[in-house]
Nanobody
Framework: VQLVESGGVLVQPGGSLRLSCAAS????????MTWVRQAPGKGLEWVSD????????SYAGSVLGRFTVSRDNAKNMVYLQMNNLKLEDTAVYYC????????WGKGTLVTVSS
């Protein structure tokens, strides 16, 4: 199983980013996927998840209405569109396999700063 996140950069408050996660080594379409994040000096925070078909999506209250999770099973990709970014969204973002997060990527750093 390999999960590789990308798209993290420095962005100003109010800006937008799309994170990507490329999955390989397993039958992607059979697994739900999860995004979690870890802010500097803080613990892990569940951000969002999406079921196998993409028809069911869930979000943490802190990102609801600003973030959108999606997936492309043909490309083995999962995405996190992040809009209206806030300072407190600064974190390393990880994608993980399944709701149980059995496998993780190495993460991508999102820095929100003016």
């Amino acid at each position: 199983v390999q999960l590789v996140e990308s798209g993290g950069v420095l962005v100003q408050p109010g800006g937008s980013l799309r994170l990507s996660c490329a999955a390989s080594g397993f039958t992607f379409s059979r697994y739900d996927m999860t995004w979690v994040r870890q802010a500097p000096g803080k613990g892990l925070e569940w951000v969002s998840d999406i079921n196998t078909s993409g028809g069911s999506r869930s979000y943490a209250g802190s990102v609801l209405g600003r973030f959108t999770v999606s997936r492309d099973n043909a490309k083995n990709m999962v995405y996190l569109q992040m809009n209206n970014l806030k300072l407190e969204d600064t974190a390393v973002y990880y994608c993980a396999q399944g709701y149980g997060m059995d496998y993780w990527g190495k993460g991508t750093l999102v820095t929100v700063s003016s």
